[in-house]
């Protein structure tokens, strides 16, 4: 419905660059050279005057549209509907939408609902069909005015380029406004949070079980929001994942730029980042179902208590993921130091592991450290494979073999499924994305300021 | 210089011997370090190939599906009572009838409600579907009888491709003794059969593993990414240029630098936060649409186009662009005509990286509903709809070994998507890519 409304003024548009193109022909009189811009340019222009006005105003109307036409549904309704409460009024209109969407209703439709949705249907229609003469029209007279202002003199190029300018700058401005968005989205709910929970809580508290009572004197349900428990689990879960990935990542960047021919090195660089592109519901599938089971065999023919989520599992195969992002970060730091460091030591006789150990380890160290410091931000961020497989009950402990849970898997279990805005428990889940947000922004600029610092040395 | 190195100085001669005496133990650690670097290679690599030996050893079979041939007589009797093929009554007869009367045609000794049970729960609830579009084709069926293929319920696929232990006590396996005996002997009279598994291709989700396919995943993933594309690419390649070629060098836009690179590493899943927050609960856009979800992953692959777009535009050479402005191009023509064409290549395979990395990214798209149970393939942008990685998390929850494989299948299907495109990026890079 609308596409079919955008799709028309796209091709609208297309049409008005071709009368700007050609009015702009017959206005120069044969004299092309008369004319001060290029006649694509005059093409532009209409076609700008005759999308832009346009858009601004669909746009507009699409978003309120709805709320409008609610508006007048129900002060069409009869009183007695009308002067509900607040939240019963916001019940009637979502049975309303509910019935002109045809869906099920929560109630047998009386009269009074049923007239109520065909006013809707009504109005919706007429909405929209005033929508699309507004923006045709719209689109028409815009072609029209800037079909009778080109002229000569008309500097089209100038403007069209100063409508481009204006929209490269507004996109380049996205990324502060997703940044802020992700800010104040999180801030927001967090202060909500924090007038109900204790900020001090929250941070030291040691127990973490949020199922808040339905009645008061119901038992087992406390809601306790000390977030300890997940932090500790978290750090396991990666400090697990960094044990794996960082010697195998290391050791293989160094191999495979120190020591391997370059057709080995050809086929094991990409081979590896495979890795990096395999999607990580893929790693929290071959963690639950293959890794975890295994790890429980193992252990219990071990004589040793293993859960079948254990923490053990999914840091295993979270640093089996991480694995490319520490090998091709350090591969790109070791080749940044200079070869006459390297020559230099095997003139005095160095071996090639020597010469690694003590003259490239050290000179590449910040950037080894800036990319570990990048791969534990990943770790701690990283939600489905620990969503997958590991536990949900908040478990303060150092073993790797018990169940723990991570700050990622409690925001995920708080937010899928039915919420209510105003519970404590679904906004500890946005003051848990609040420290998460931290924690790695923290850690990446760090980690990125001493990648910096580090290239800056030897460029 | 030859004196001293033939001169047999005692202390020279010291120092070459403990030289030489450290030799081997040097060379030792020498090799021992090359074996280290060697098994991390080999263990990353291993773990390459594992997954995908695990993941298609699990997911091939699935690709496959069991059917019983079973003796359907189309009786007039339960289809059009009435006799005047109204397509209502032909709509709403009870098939399910036909498919019971035919198992029992195929074995007539059963007898007793829970035999009888067990029997009709070879074949899968998808049949009297089957019979029922078949009849709605070709109404002169009424009345005729037919050999048809039926689908198989899950157990027996799962017995048939091997995967249930026949020895287990009969309490423990899902499918029991009797049932074992029946398929046993529709096997050895050639009524059983696999073939091509289509249902997983053309249906959408069911809580019947036989009967679910990813379509209805396939069409969400496609349609969110859809809307992430024509949203982050034209902002991308815009950002790059602006950043590249127009803005001046001040705080500002390394302010905007510098966000950028921090939000390329920010947790997907914080992502998925903002837009529950922003755009369901404050624009209020429908929750689990695929727009909600293209909207949030376009946020999350715009760093990624645009720090890949920049690295395209610093490689065009400054030439390019003096010569375009030389002969008189304005700065805006001089990049639309000039270093966007030359930079379009890696543009577009930091795209489709980017876009490819969309594709399995589902953190986010939990958060904003995308997790629903939809059986309905959307149609639309607004339709409820899951996309493919988490129809996968939700499969994978399941408990059923029939889940299991079509999990595994399901993954193979986007392992191969995710080929695809990157295969599709570097041939682009390949073919295109100038060194100046």
Known sequence: MFIYLFLSLLLLSAGAYHLGRKRAFVVANGHIRKLHSLPSFYGSYTALWCFLPALIVFGLWITFQQGFIIDLVVAGMPPELRNLPPDQLNLVVNDLKNLVGGNFVSSAPNPAMLAAADHYRHLRTVGNAALWVTVLSLAILGVVHAWRAISPTLRARNRVERVVNVFLIASSTIAIFTTLGIVLSVVFESI?????????????????????????????????????????????????????????????????????????????????????GIPTVVYGFFAALTVAPLIREIGTSMGLHVASESALAAGLVMGIMIIPFVSSLSDDVINAVPQSMRDGSYALGATKSETIKRVLLPAALPGIVGSILLAVSRAIGETMIVVMAAGLSANLTANPLEAVTTVTVQIVTLLTGDQEFDSPKTLAAFALGLMLFIVTLILNIIALQVVRKYREQYE | MNKVISSPDPLQRNIKTIVNASLPRRHAAERRFRWYGLIAVSLGLAFVVLMFGNIISKGYPAFWQTYIQVPIQFDPAVIDPQGNRDPQALQSADYAALVRAGMRRMFPAVEGRLELRALYGLVSSDGALELQNRVLQNPELIGAEQEIWLLASANVDTLIKGNIERSLDETERPIKDNQIGWVDQLQAAGQIEKQFNTILFSSGDSREPEQAGIRGALMGSFYTLLITFLLSFPIGVATAVYLEEFAPKNRWTDLIEVNINNLAAVPSIVFGLLGLAVFINFFGLPRSAPLVGGLVLSLMTLPVIIIAGRAALTSVPPSIREAALGVGASKLQMVGHHVLPLAMPGMLTGSIIGMARALGESAPLLMIGMVAFIVDVPKSFTDPATVLPVQIFLWSDLPERAFVERTSAAIMVLLAFMIVMNGLAIILRKRFERRW
């Open chain 1, 192 to 276: 909500l949070f924090f007038q109900k929970v204790p900020i001090s809580e929250f941070l030291f508290g040691l127990q973490w079980s949020p199922q808040t009572a339905l009645r008061a004197d119901q038992t087992g349900s406390s809601g306790a929001f000390g977030s300890v428990p997940l932090f500790a689990g978290t750090l396991l879960i990666s400090g697990i994942a960094m044990v794996i990935a960082v010697p195998i990542g290391l050791m293989s960047a160094l191999f495979l730029s120190e020591y391997a021919t370059p057709k080995f090195r050809a086929v094991a660089k990409p081979a590896l980042e495979v890795l990096a």
